[in-house]
């Protein structure tokens, strides 16, 4: 648990070094944006979707009401933060991964092995931010539609909180193994095998998004902090055999 929460720490005090500051200015401004607009959007209607989800709560289970609503307001919360960060990571992606890439060299002293040029690996950045929603959308489908399920809806907002931890780690380690041509399936048997560093991170990340005004530094900070992970705990590992 220490050594991700250190990483990112020590990243977010790096990316603003000088050399480093232009790659994070596109993603603040990207993420300042679209905050307040979410945040308006959400202060408009968190309300009646509150309303719409207590009406659907079984007549039998009336009595678990002081449960079911902090569960659900949990849940619709969770909701709104994943559909924030999908849309936001699939904008900043291209400067995210030239910031993980100047990170890296910086760290390690040498570059990603990875050959292609600036306006390539922008394009291919938002092609694996698809792969991403690929993956991501139809498991978030799953723990929506389990929200209706009565009994299960009491889970949800744990298995939601699972998820979460999950998607980050995905979301922001991803970065450094796309610069080192690393598959997406690739990708995720890696951060299979070392789960505790992962999970760990990405419940960190998680923590980080919602802290408001502070996490337009933090994301950025976590790129950087999953590139020390990626060199510490998964380019060691043997790729995978095709």
Do not use: H
Not at 81 to 97: M, R
Request: charge should be positive; hydrophobic fraction near 50%; charged fraction near 15%.
């Amino acid at each position: 648990m220490i050594y991700p929460l250190q990483a990112i720490i020590q990243g977010t005090r790096l990316v603003f070094e000088p050399g480093l500051r232009r790659f994070v200015i596109g993603p603040v401004v990207v993420n300042l944006l679209l905050y307040g607009g979410t945040l308006f959007y959400l202060f408009e209607n968190f309300g009646g979707w509150l309303d719409y989800g207590m009406r659907q709560v079984p007549g039998w289970l009336t009595w678990l009401e002081w449960l079911i609503w902090p569960l659900l307001v949990v849940a619709l919360a969770l909701i709104v933060f994943f559909t924030f960060t999908l849309v936001s990571n699939l904008i900043a992606a291209p400067f995210y991964g030239f910031l993980a890439e100047k990170v890296e060299t910086r760290v390690t002293g040498r570059p990603p092995s990875d050959e292609r040029g600036w306006i390539k690996t922008g394009v291919d950045a938002l092609g694996r931010e698809l792969v991403k929603l690929g993956y991501i959308l139809p498991r978030m489908a799953v723990l929506f539609l389990l929200g209706f399920v009565p009994g299960l809806n009491l889970i949800t907002p744990f298995l939601w909180a699972a998820f979460s931890a999950w998607m980050m780690a995905v979301q922001y380690l991803d970065y450094p193994m796309d610069n080192n041509q690393v598959s997406f399936t690739d990708m995720r048997r890696r951060l299979r095998g070392r789960w505790w560093p992962t999970l760990t991170y990405g419940a960190c990340m998680s923590v980080a998004t919602w802290v408001p005004v502070l996490n337009l530094i933090l994301l950025p900070g976590g790129v950087a902090g999953g590139v020390m992970l990626w060199d510490r705990y998964y380019r060691p590992m043997v790729p995978a055999t095709r």
